[in-house]
Nanobody, 132 residues
Framework: QVQLLESGGGSVQAGGSLRLSCDAS????????MGWFRQAPGKEREGVAS???????SYADSVKGRFTISQDNAKKTLYLQMSSLKPEDTAMYYC??????????????????????????WGQGTQVTVSS
């Protein structure tokens, strides 16, 4: 059973930075995708960043150059470093994971799958609020 627990959210002014963490219990001998998606009230879910167990990353256009996804060497914690934050980044941020090959892999990119909520495992979310 995969368990994901996010932390690191908070309130910050525009232009500031935050780092989100996701404690994950992914089996060490598995292949998988992990990532972050966000959802703001009244807005559609949006895939933000993804990483696979080989270290390949992808990002939504809205965060490229500002957000960085990474994982610690023990592959137990997933991070999302967020810089140059904007008010439109305000949302609940969720960590998600799925074992490879995932069911969506033939028709969607990881970012698209995150945006559609198709990853198999989610955390409970952490709130990020950016004020202008």
């Amino acid at each position: 059973q995969v368990q994901l627990l996010e932390s690191g959210g908070g309130s910050v002014q525009a232009g500031g930075s935050l780092r989100l963490s996701c404690d994950a219990s992914m089996p060490s001998d598995s292949s998988y995708f992990m990532g972050w998606f966000r959802q703001a009230p009244g807005k559609e879910r949006e895939g933000v960043a993804s990483m696979d167990s080989d270290g390949s990353t992808s990002y939504a256009d809205s965060v490229k150059g500002r957000f960085t996804i990474s994982q610690d060497n023990a592959k137990k914690t997933l991070y999302l470093q967020m810089s140059s934050l904007k008010p439109e980044d305000t949302a609940m941020y969720y960590c998600a994971a799925d074992f490879s090959p995932p069911l969506w892999m033939a028709r969607l990119t990881p970012i698209q799958a995150l945006g559609k909520g198709l990853f198999a495992y989610w955390g409970q979310g952490t709130q990020v609020t950016v004020s202008s």
